[in-house]
């Protein structure tokens, strides 16, 4: 069939009408002839003839706009069987009802001939469709890689036929495995079922293969967990699907196929944001990233970039930085265009001036520092940035009246205890404080430990596994909470979209995650014996870490299922200035643990204080 299939899909939809309407004359003989009792001399030839050509007439115009022969529905699916059963029927009713009253042949024949049409224009879609499926078979490649599938649902069927239909044949399906034990039995596109998922390592054995693929894209961590760790016990590879709201059609295929990552097995599924529908505010806007070369602020500019802002000023002290997210949103990197701002947030006057010129209506401020060990030595540096820089862009976004303003902050900030906790503490409250007097949304965000994000634990640990270990962690019971650049990027602009003024937006990150368990996850990944060192907690750091202060709320979700908004109480002017950008360390360190001492009663009764009426 190799050789006729390109002409036969071309001709797909002629070659099934002619089908489909040669089945109804073979049925309406058929039927004739047995009503007559075989007596061939008895059929009015001409009547049935006549009834058979305007039944096939009337099931090609009936067909036509739904599409029933121009593949509306995949060939011999469910689909088609049932817009095949009711075009057919259609056909054969009227033609039924019209004969009734005329009787130009007896009344059962088309009502007979219809389903008897239906049966041989089903078979003849069915052997069409196996024809096909042998023929994509029937190719080889000697190189190919075996592959067993761990799922036999949809996702399974797509990806065998993905992987046959594949011009290359580098992937070669020899078994499935299920745990459902209704699917014992079951072949998909020929490829047999040969047990649950337990027998990994007997079938990759027994069919030769190299590589198992994880063809469920809701399979909870526990599962891939699980899974992979018998795909290790067989010494194949293991390739996953990813999560169905990651693809970007309902059909999955070998593209999509990719190797396990650590966010397969963090125990939750990533935020589902439907980023087009709530985005809608950043379309023909100006719109200013600070911090905008770092990890997090470079996905966020490649994400506003899709959403067709009038101007993406991407600012950054880093040129180095502003380089490389200028080249992967643009392709080119001359850095001589209006696009990247070189600035430090830290001088107030720069960042004034070039927010009087441009006039962002929007921005997201994601400059800071952020590694914790080294602002425990350099609190003043923190506070140079983190509060002093917030404080900077604060100002400047509240000069030229800026629509929305989100500010990036961390889970550090809940509760503090170290000094990028209270700087970004007090840069919540900063951000509070100008959202009480100024017309534009100005709000927080918090995010937990991000993914890959330049610094963080992952990047440590794969070094550390590289260089042959070991790899160390603080303590064997310390937690974190972690989430993807992608959830914290469409956390940011969600956030813009649903915050009210002076609040924090907080994701559910599930369940908090040991550090351990990320580092044990990592060196089984590299397939390598890696040991683990334990350097006990850093000044500052917490055991676990949490998402929010004590004296705030945490199940008010009104806008979305997994974001909380949590009130932040503001800060005052004279209270900033009041902290000291020089002495020692300790001292820095303890005039911002006090400021974030400060409770919502303390503000309450000094706006008490200050009010006329007092």
């Known amino acids: 069939m190799s050789d006729f299939a390109p002409t036969l899909r071309r001709h797909r939809a002629l070659l099934m009408i002619a089908g489909d309407s040669l089945a109804w004359f073979v049925s309406y003989a058929i039927f004739a002839m047995l009503r007559m009792d075989a007596n061939l001399s008895a059929v009015p030839w001409v009547a049935v003839t006549v009834l058979a050509l305007v039944t096939a007439g009337l099931h090609a115009g009936i067909g036509w706009p739904l599409r029933l022969h121009m593949g ?352 970004k503490r007090i840069a919540e409250r900063i951000t509070a404080a100008h959202a009480a007097h100024s017309p534009g949304t100005f709000l927080s965000v918090r995010f937990g430990n991000v993914l890959g994000s330049r610094g963080s634990v992952l990047t440590a640990f794969a070094k550390q596994i590289a260089n042959g270990g070991p790899v160390t962690v603080t303590d064997p019971e310390v937690s974190r909470f972690f989430m993807t650049i992608e959830e914290a990027c469409q956390l940011v602009v969600q956030a813009a979209a649903i915050g009210q003024p002076g609040e924090a937006l907080v994701l559910d990150m599930g369940e908090p995650i040991r550090i351990i368990d990320v580092a044990r996850q990592l060196i089984r990944q590299s397939g390598t014996e890696v040991a683990i060192e334990f350097t006990g907690l850093r000044p500052g750091e917490k055991l676990h870490e949490e998402l929010f202060a004590d004296d705030e709320p945490i199940d008010v979700r009104p806008q979305h299922p997994m974001v909380s908004h949590v009130p932040v109480p503001p800060v005052f002017p004279d209270e900033i200035d009041a902290l000291p950008v020089r002495g020692e360390r300790e001292l820095v360190t303890r005039a911002m643990a006090a400021l974030c001492e400060l409770s919502e009663a303390s503000v309450a009764s000094r706006n008490l204080e200050e009010s006329p009426t007092a």
């Open 72 to 423: 509306r529905a995949s060939l011999a699916s469910f689909s088609e069987m049932i817009l095949l059963g009711l075009v057919t029927m259609a056909a054969g009713g009227l033609v039924f009802l019209v004969n009734v009253f005329g009787t130009w042949a007896p009344r059962s024949i088309p009502l007979a001939a219809a389903f008897s049409t239906l049966v041989l224009a089903s078979w003849s879609r069915a052997l069409w469709r196996w024809a096909r499926e042998r023929d994509d078979q029937r190719v080889v490649n000697d190189g190919a890689a075996r592959v067993v599938v761990l799922g036999a649902g949809e996702a399974g069927r797509e990806i065998i036929g993905s992987m046959l239909r594949d011009p290359q044949r580098r992937w070669r399906p020899v078994a499935l495995l299920d745990d459902d034990p209704a699917k014992r039995h079951r072949r998909l596109r020929n490829v047999p079922v040969l047990g649950d998922t337990t027998r990994l390592q007997e079938v990759a054995a027994q069919t030769g293969a190299s590589t198992a693929v994880i063809a469920i894209p809701s399979a909870d961590s526990d599962t891939i967990s699980r899974m992979s760790l018998a795909a290790r016990q067989a010494d194949i590879d293991v390739k996953v699907l990813p999560a169905t709201t990651q693809l970007l059609t309902d059909n999955v295929g070998i593209r999509d196929l990719r190797d396990i990552n650590l966010t397969d097995v963090l125990g939750r599924n990533q935020l589902d944001t439907d980023m087009d529908a709530i985005a809608d505010y950043l379309k023909g806007k100006r719109v200013l990233v600070t911090g905008a070369g770092g990890s997090i602020g470079s996905e966020l500019c490649r994400q506003i970039h899709r959403f067709e802002p009038s101007e993406l000023m991407m600012l950054d002290r880093d040129e180095s930085a502003l380089h490389a997210v200028q080249l992967s949103i643009t392709g080119r990197a001359l850095l001589d265009s209006q696009d990247v701002v070189l600035c430090d947030i830290r001088d107030i006057n720069a960042v004034k001036a070039i927010f009087a010129e441009r006039r962002p209506e929007v921005v997201f401020h994601a400059a800071a520092l952020k590694h914790l060990p080294m602002l425990e030595q350099y609190p003043a540096e923190a506070l140079k940035t983190n509060i002093h820089g917030t404080w900077n862009v604060l100002q400047a976004a509240e000069m030229v009246d800026v629509e929305r303003f989100v500010n990036v902050s961390t889970d550090k900030a809940a509760n503090p205890t170290s000094v990028l906790g209270y700087s």
